[in-house]
């Protein structure tokens, strides 16, 4: 029993309180653009999903996933954001894997990963818990970006580690 809770309190290290969240109605990617797969890294199935494959059941039959997700909590950081969307207009699929392990703050707890589909492009976004005067407007391309200190992490990387 002891041993158990041991590894129990060694795993809260390593997975941060955190948040994963995307919204594609406050970022104006949506309805132009249609989210068809996502996944956070792949040690938390909470921050992965498709439209493509059996082990998502519930999204079965759908063209598409909902535009919008919000997942707060101890989890493990991602190593990698992949992201597969449609482009409505012209019915092109688009597709990108973006490298988080050399693009993420060192301890992104308390922080927030996002990202925004423009066109052909991703843009991800890291949210620091410092605020920020709600007065501005967005200085990013999320909306996440009125109230918190926000670093564009790809394309660029603005953040320094």
């Not at 707060?72 to 699929?93: A, D, H, Q, Y």
């Not at 301890?107 to 818990?129: A, N, R």
């Not at 407007?137 to 320094?160: A, C, D």
Request: aromatic share 12%; hydrophobic share 35%.
């Amino acid at each position: 029993m002891t041993l158990v809770l041991a590894t129990a309190c060694a795993t809260k290290v390593a997975e941060p309180w955190h948040k994963f969240a995307f919204d594609g109605w406050n970022d104006k990617w949506y309805p132009a653009h249609e989210l068809l797969e996502y996944s956070y890294g792949d040690k938390y199935r909470m921050v992965r999903a498709s439209v493509i494959t059996p082990e998502h059941p519930i999204n079965e039959g759908k063209s598409m996933l909902p535009p919008g997700t919000n997942i707060n909590g101890p989890m493990p950081v991602g190593e990698f954001l992949f992201v597969k969307w449609r482009i409505k207009s012209t019915g092109e699929v688009v597709e990108d894997r973006v490298d988080l392990r050399q693009q993420l703050p060192k301890d992104m707890t308390d922080h927030g990963l996002t990202f925004v589909i423009e066109g052909k492009q991703l843009y991800v976004y890291v949210i620091t818990p410092k605020v920020r005067n709600s007065d501005l407007p967005p200085n990013k391309k999320t909306s996440s970006s009125r109230y918190r200190e926000t670093f564009e992490i790809y394309p660029t990387n603005e953040l320094s580690r």
